[in-house]
């Protein structure tokens, strides 16, 4: 999705955790079994566009996403899915989370 075919005030939301890296396999079965609970709730929300998560082999861990606005990007951080369970499913596997950041978008390709 091109920036001009965004909604305006389109923001893109920044979750990051570091891990140690020899928690590699650990984390990565954890960040494919919260996806199971994490998918159905997350797509339930209005403005959600796009969403991806993965987790480096190098101890990093993101969820990026994109929202139509920064009112319906902020709804995840009162989800119970991710608040409570993802992120006492992450803390479990050794995962230290980084503030989330929400950016408008300025551009795009």
Same mark, same amino acid.
């Given at each position: 999705?091109? $920036?001009?075919?965004? +909604?305006? !005030?389109?923001? %893109?939301?920044? =979750?990051?955790?570091?891990? @140690?890296?020899?928690?590699?396999?650990?984390?990565?079965?954890?960040?494919?079994?919260?996806?199971?609970?994490?998918?159905?709730?997350?797509?339930?929300?209005?403005?959600?566009?796009?969403?991806? $998560?993965?987790?480096? +082999?190098? !101890?990093?861990? %993101?969820?990026? =996403?994109?929202?139509?606005? @920064?009112?319906?990007?902020?709804?995840?951080?009162?989800?119970?899915?991710?608040?409570?369970?993802?992120?006492?499913?992450?803390?479990?596997?050794?995962?230290?989370?980084?503030?989330?950041?929400?950016?408008?978008?300025?551009?795009?390709?």
């Amino acid at each position: 999705m091109t $920036a001009d075919r965004l +909604p305006a !005030g389109a923001v %893109v939301r920044i =979750s990051r955790g570091n891990f @140690d890296p020899a928690r590699f396999p650990e984390v990565h079965a954890m960040a494919i079994a919260t996806g199971r609970y994490l998918i159905p709730a997350i797509s339930k929300l209005p403005g959600l566009l796009s969403y991806y $998560a993965g987790a480096s +082999p190098d !101890g990093l861990i %993101v969820h990026v =996403s994109i929202w139509d606005s @920064d009112e319906h990007a902020s709804q995840v951080a009162r989800l119970q899915e991710m608040i409570v369970d993802a992120r006492g499913d992450a803390e479990k596997a050794g995962v230290g989370f980084i503030p989330v950041a929400t950016c408008p978008i300025d551009w795009a390709i």
